[in-house]
Structure formats: C-alpha cells, structure tokens
C-alpha cells in the first residue's frame, strides 16, 4: 500500500506570510493527489484536486504542484480564515491521507 | 446541492458491531460519477479511509480493516451503510461519510457528512 508523508507536522506563521506544505508518497502516484483543509470540530473541505486544480470556490490564494512522489502545497498569504490542518490523500491506489499539517498564526 | 447525513448509535460495546448509515438528500445516491466512502479519525489523529461502494454494490475496502468491514447500499432509500464487527477501543472516532466523485484521472471526497462521534465502550 501506498504511505504518505508531510512536513512539517505544524507550523506558525503571521497574517500575510507564505505558507509551504509538502507531502511524499512512497511511490509514483502519477499527479493522484488531492489537499483538503479540516477546521476544528469539521468536515475536511477540498481544496486541490490533480495535484494542482483549485477547487470551484476556493480562493486563489491555494495552490499545489508536483507529480511523481513529490508535492506542495502553498497558501500565498496567509489569512486568520486559513487556521485549519491540511491533509493530503493519494488516490492511485485505493485512498491514503497525509498525517496531516496544522496551520497556526503567530 | 447534494448532502450527507450520518446516524446510527454513539456507543458501542467492545467485540459488538458498529453500524451506521449515510442518507443522501438533494440528489440520488445513483449519480453515476459517485461512489460512496466512510472514512473515521479519532480524536486529535488523522483521516483514515473505510472503504467504498458504488450503487452497483461493487466495494473496495481498506486492507488493514477489510475482515471486519462491510458496506452496503439500499438505492430505494437513497442510503449507504457501515457495518463494523469486533470493535474495540482502536474504534472510536469520528465516522464521516463521503461522496467521491471518480473518473479517468480523478477521484476526491468532494462531499462530506457532518460526521458522527462513536465510542467503544463497555
């Protein structure tokens, strides 16, 4: 079965900073990988799906890249609604999710 | 706008089954671009994904939770079911379902229930 990684496991960053997550599958899973942002007591929303697509609704300021076993995740500026853990899912084979990455502000 | 609602009991004995039910409203279960997913996170861990069904009754499950887990769907109902034997303590969690819309080269959770707090206990 496929694992996934990411880094860092939290962070802390100021409103208006640029935010990096990465997530590493431990093998090729192709551009099959999908980010989504849970908010305390929620449901995970989507947010990126193919590696890089934005999701209808969800603000310009998300993106993602990568392919292969290599991917980020970037938040442009980072803004008080962005406080959430982010979780990547791998959906080559059958479906794994990240350990997850919690966004905090400083 | 398609919605999921998780129900079934918040308390489980240890060694006893797990059920829950998903009902779908706002649109039929029978989309052909859905199958339909549970997926679980205890508290304060991350998302593990249960298994999936499609309205054709073909499943996929997870492996490390496959001897335990059966999904199934009643159409006329506009509903999808977990049920999950042998439960111990490792169980409880969060049980989410979820709409995961498949095609050549894509597949996401892009709908999700509210999610349903279950504990195993004694």
């Known amino acids: 079965d496929i694992q996934m990684t990411q880094s860092p496991s939290s962070l802390s960053a100021s409103v208006g900073d640029r935010v990096t997550i990465t997530c590493q599958a431990s093998q090729d899973i192709s551009n099959y990988l999908n980010w989504y942002q849970q908010k305390p007591g929620k449901a995970p929303k989507l947010l990126i799906y193919?590696?890089?697509n934005l999701e209808t609704g969800v603000p310009s300021r998300f993106s993602g890249s990568g392919s292969g076993t290599d991917f980020t995740f970037t938040i442009s500026s980072l803004q008080p609604e962005d406080i959430a853990t982010y979780y990547c899912q791998q959906y080559d084979n059958l479906f794994t999710f990240g350990p997850g990455t919690k966004v905090d502000i400083k | 706008q398609v919605q999921l609602q998780e129900s079934g009991p918040g308390l489980v004995k240890p060694s006893q089954t797990l059920s829950l039910t998903c009902t779908v409203s706002?649109?039929?279960?029978?989309?052909?671009?859905?199958?339909w997913s549970w997926i679980r996170q205890p508290a304060g861990k991350g998302l593990e994904w249960i298994g999936r069904?499609?309205?054709?009754?073909?499943?996929n499950y997870n492996p490390s939770l496959k001897s335990r887990v059966t999904i199934s769907v009643d159409t006329s109902k506009n509903q999808f079911s977990l049920k999950l034997s042998s439960v111990t303590a490792a169980d409880t969690a969060v049980y989410y379902c979820a709409g995961l819309l498949w095609g050549v080269g894509y597949g996401a959770f892009d709908i999700w229930g509210q999610g349903t707090m279950v504990t195993v206990s004694s």
């Open positions: 193919d590696a890089s």
């Open positions: 069904i499609y309205t054709s009754g073909s499943t």
């Open positions: 706002g649109g039929s279960i029978s989309s052909g671009s859905y199958y």
